[in-house]
Structure formats: C-alpha cells, structure tokens
C-alpha cells in the first residue's frame, strides 16, 4: 500500500529534507507554529488580545500547553468577526459567510488572505492526487461561481496535477448531470454523500466514475458501500470546514479514517462538557489550532463535530495520525421520550442500504403524550412492493427507536414519495430536524 502522499507534502512545507519525517518532527514545528500564532493573534487580532488575557507564546513549551488556552466557538466568531483579523480588510482576498444557524441570527464571517487561499489549494493538490491523475476529468459538485470558493480552489488545484477540474455546483437535476458525466467522460467525483448516491442509483450503473470524493457533511459507511456496489469505483472521504480553510483531513488507499493537514492545523479531541482533553481512542468534540493561517488564525476552534483519534497507526505506514470518520454534529444528538437520544447518522446507515432509496428527510415533532418521528423517504419507485415495510424495518435496527417504540413512547411515521424529491441544488449539511418545544419534552 502507498504511503499517503501528504506525509511527503508536509515534510517538505516542515523542512525536513534529507531524512524520513518522524513524528516528533512534525509535533516540534507544530510547537513552533502555535507559539507564531499566539504572539500573532495576540499582537494583531483585537479579539484575541482580550481572550486570551496574561497568555503568550511564552506559556508554549510543549503542545500538552495548549491546553491552558481558552477555546473560541462559533458564537465568538458570530459576534464580532472582523475583531479575530490580524490584517488590514484591504489584504483579505475572500470573504465566506456563512448561514445563520439556530437562534443567534447572525452569520458567521471567515476572512482568507491570498497566501490562506494558496496554503489551501496546495493541500487540495496533495489531497486530490490520492485519487485523481495527469489527464482526468474531474467533476466537482461543489459551489465554485466566485473566485476563492471551494470548487474554484478545487479546479485550481488539479490544474496543478494535469488533471481538468469541471466545476457543476451541487446537483439539481440527476438526468443532466449524468448525461453530463457520459458525454465529458469523467473519471472523479467530487460532492456530498447523499447527492452522488442519489445520482449512482439513477444511473443504471452507467457513466461510472473511477473513483470517489464525499466531502461537505458526515459520510456513513452504508452510502460508501453503495457506491462501491453500484459503480465499482474507489471512494474516498474527505474532511473540512470553511473554518478550516476548507480542507482538514483526507483518507488514504487503507480506507481507515483522515490524515490531518498537519502543517498548517493542530488537532486535538475534547470533552465536549468539560472540555478536557480525550485521549487517542476516545469519541469527543473535534477542535483545531491554525498553525499558519494569515488573515484569520483561530485558537482551538471548537468545531461541533463528533470524532476521535485511531490509536493505532495507519496500514500506509504514515507517521501522521489518522482520525476516524466523523460521526456528525454533537447538537444532532437528540434526545427522544424515555431518555434514548437518536441521530441523523443512526438513521443514515440503517435506511440507505434500501437499494432503492435516494434520499430521506427526518423530523421529530410531539403528538399527545408521545414523540412522533416523520420520514419521508424518496424512493427511485415509490410504488414498489414492500418499500413501506423494508423503511420501518430497517428503522427498528436502530437500538433508541426499537425501545422507545416498545414503551409507547415513540410513533414513527412514513411518507413515501415518487419520483423523487427534487434534488435540493444545496450541500447543506443533513439533520433530524426537532420541531417539539424543549419544555415540553420529558
Ligand atoms: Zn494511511
């Protein structure tokens, strides 16, 4: 098996030529650009030269002493976004802003300087080599309209290997898009999990990309073994968020979980209550340090998401670490009558084995003393035999819905629909949608 080449990427951004990268050497530059980043935050960034108080690079003498520094979250960057800049506005290159999400009702801005955008292209062009090469056509069903945007990075970066990337946006019409794939003879796709799915079991089999990238939202393992099924194709995942300069962690042939952009971010895994550091192993709250960011450096981030550390090492023979396939949000956890708690993930990999499902939306709302879970399920042939009793068994392998349905605490309604529900055009992130009042749930 090939050694992931991001290992030899970050060797030569850390230096180390002339002898294999070690581990060490990658925790020693990491050290050196935490201790860079505070002394910048600190001296340039308004906001973090009042979070982080009587802090600086010189309480950085390993990385274990990161953990003394307070975290910055979503509300923080909501508030007052242009107080995290360590530039002028007239150095930013791009702005992304992101929707507003539950109740804050302010957006979040992300600020990226021309060398954040070129420190992210490159990673794109170490990541997409995994699976794409000199000559291939790629197809990315990403936004990529405005310069700087995700799919516009993407392009630039395969340019970088040869290979033509062909920025379509997410899908909203499945013919279109497959008979696209056949007449521009793609060989690599990129876009969110349910979406390609969706286009695979439309496409009788036909206009067979060689291999895979899922990225933009958590990747369950059942939309993996689909895809594989029904193209024969090699599926990759990828892990990022705007926060992170897009790009955070790519997998490598071994199949096992990301290997993290190492030179430019620090990961770490927390208790998501306590907020203490988990060891290698242990499932907690993903939260990263930007070790080279310009316009914008975050000090452990706290990003929402649910992951954890494979303790042992890759098969590729890496001395970078490997993070297991994130599990998904940890506000997705929710909470049903009788004290089970049931995800958008759980859901994922009980349903999407159907082979006849292309997509599914989910919501719990509460009906008299009980909790009432709705799915409406888009099925490729809604009318077929059987589809309404393969849904509800499926649903009863997922251990909260199995009790909570045997207690009288759970009704689980189905709606089927053909043809399909129309492809959304949108890679938002999929969740169990909670519609009850929290005072009113036991
Ligand atoms: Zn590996």
Redesign the pocket.
Known sequence: MK??PLQDWIAARMGTHGHRLSRADVERRQLLGLRETVRRASAESRFYSAHLGQLSEADIHSLDDLHRFPFTTARDLRRNPYSFLCVSQGNISRVVTLGTSGTSGEPKRVFFTSEDLESTIDFFRQGMSILAKRGDRVLILLPGERPGSVGDLLREALRRIGAQGIVHDPVNDVPGTLKRMAREHIGVLVGAPAQVLSLARQSDGKSAPRSILLSTDHVPAAIVEALRHIWNCEVFTHYGMTEMGYGGGVE?G?H?GY?MREADLCFEIVHPETGRPEPDGVMGEVVFTTLTRVGMPLIRYRTGDLGRFLPDA???G?VLK?MDRIEGRIDGRVPIAGGSVLTIAELDEALFPMDDLLDFEASISRGGNRDLLRIELSLRDAGKRGARDRALDALRTVPAIRSAELRGDLLVTLALRAPALPATGSTAKRTLVDNRNPERVS
């Open positions: 050694i992931t490598c071994a096992r290997h890759c098969p590729c890496t490997t």
